[in-house]
Nanobody, 124 residues
């Protein structure tokens, strides 16, 4: 079993920054790639980014390219999502999830384990 816990959400003004963290624990935590998803109010879940544990390769959704950066610290079993130049449309609940492979399609169906989510609100 794999457990994922997100942290770092909050209220930020447009143009501001936040860093989300996803801490993984469990017997299989070193066997999965990690992705970030978000669900905005009234919207479907959207794939944001993912990172490979083996080689650190990354993928990003078009809406966040150039603004968000994903990274991981394998020694701490933690993945980070640095979010810069935040916009009101970035508002939502952000989830981290674990999958056998980080693919460019960022499909939520490929992810086996999910955290509880952390709220990000971008508003003036």
């Amino acid at each position: 079993q794999l457990q994922l816990v997100e942290s770092g959400g909050g209220l930020v003004q447009p143009g501001g920054s936040l860093r989300l963290s996803c801490a993984a624990s469990g017997l299989t935590s070193d066997s999965y790639d990690i992705g970030w998803f978000r669900r905005a109010p009234g919207m479907h879940r959207e794939g944001i980014s993912c990172i490979s544990r083996s080689d650190g390769s990354t993928n990003y959704g078009d809406s966040v390219k150039g603004r968000f950066t994903i990274s991981r610290d394998n020694a701490k079993n933690t993945v980070y999502l640095q979010m810069n130049n935040l916009k009101p449309e970035d508002t939502g609940v952000y989830y981290c999830a674990a999958a056998p492979l980080c693919s460019p399609l960022l499909l939520s169906d490929e992810y086996d384990y999910w955290g509880q989510g952390t709220q990000v609100t971008v508003s003036s």
